[in-house]
C-alpha cells in the first residue's frame, strides 16, 4: 500500500487486499462512485452494481460485453441505490475505471510510477467535477452510510427511543420485502414460544439493551425456521441530525437524503389529487385479502380481489385489474 498526498488529500493506493487495512470511517464514500460518473462517455457504460433499498442484501450485477449508454442498463432510482459503476474512457490517462468507496483503474502500460502524483491529480479533478449530474444525478439522491460511520450509531439511538409505544412517529413496522407474512410466515423473538405480530415484534425488542440488533427467527407455514433477521430491517424510519440532512432507514442500513430530494418529492405529490373514499379502518389483523372482503361487503362494492382477468393482452395473461370497484367505476388499489 502507497500512501501519498495530493493538493491536500490523502490517498491511499492498495494492491491485492491491501485495503483491508484501512479504516473505512475515514474514506470519502463516493470518491469511486463520483470519479467514475465524471469520467465515462455517453457510450462508455460497461457495469452497474445496484443494492435494494428494501430487500436487505439483494444486489443486481449488469454487466456488458461491450460498452454501451445509460439506455442498455436498467436502474430503478426510487427502490435501489447504485453502488458501482465502470465502464471505459478515451483519455489518455485513464483507460478505464469502475468504482463505489474505492475507485479501481486501468492505465496505458507506458505508465510510470513517478506519474503516480499526475494521476491522483487528474483523479480528484474528476471527483470535484459536476458532469456527472446532467446523467447520473441519481446517485446523489440517497448515498449509503457505512457501517463504521459515526452517525449510525446516533441515528440508532434515536429510533431506539421511538420503539416503546406512543414513540413512533416517523417510525413504520415493515417486512422485508422477500418476507411477504401473508403467505404464511411467522416471527418470534429468542426466549418466546407464541409468534407475534410485526407490531408486537417491535415492542417487545424495545425492552433490550440493543433492540435493533435482536434476531428475529422467522418460520415457514409448517413451523420450520428459514432464518434469522435483525430487527432494524423490519423497520423504516425517518430522522434528523443537527447537520441538517434527513436520513432514511430502509432495509436495515441508514441512508443520507439530499435535501432538495424530499422537496421535490412532495412537490410532485402535491400536484396528485386526493379523493376521500371514506375506507373503513385496516386493523393491524388484517391481511389484505381480509380488508378486501370487509370493505366490499360494508360499502356494497364490487370485489376484484384475487378475481384476475384473462386474455387482456394475451390470450393466456392473467391480470388482476383492481382490489375494489365503487358505483362511480372508480378503481380501488
Known sequence: MLVTEVDGHWFAVTFDRGHSLLRHELLVSDFGLRTTANSLPPTGWQSVTTVSLRVPGRRTDQRLARPGDRGSFTVDVENEWTHTLGGVTSGDVVQALSGSEALRVRVPQSHRLPQ???????LLDRYRATDYRERFGFIDQVVPLSKGDPRC??????????????????????APLDLDPESGLSFRLPGRRRPLHLDQLVHAASGSTKPLDIRVHVRDPDG???GTRPVREFLSAEAALDDGLPYVLSGGR??????????ELKRILDTVPVIN???SKWYRYFTE??????AADELSWLLLDRAPFRGLDRAHDLVEIADLVNPDMDFVF
Open 153 to 174: 450509531a446516533d441515528l440508532d439511538q434515536l429510533i431506539t427511543r421511538r420503539l416503546h409505544p406512543g414513540r413512533g412517529d416517523g417510525l413504520t413496522v415493515v
Open 289 to 294: 385479502e381480509t380488508y378486501n372482503r370487509q
Open 254 to 263: 441508514w441512508f443520507a437524503v439530499a435535501r432538495d430530494y424530499f422537496r
Open 277 to 279: 373514499l371514506e375506507l
Open 224 to 226: 420450520s425456521e428459514i
Open 116 to 122: 503516480l502524483p499526475d494521476l491522483l491529480a487528474h
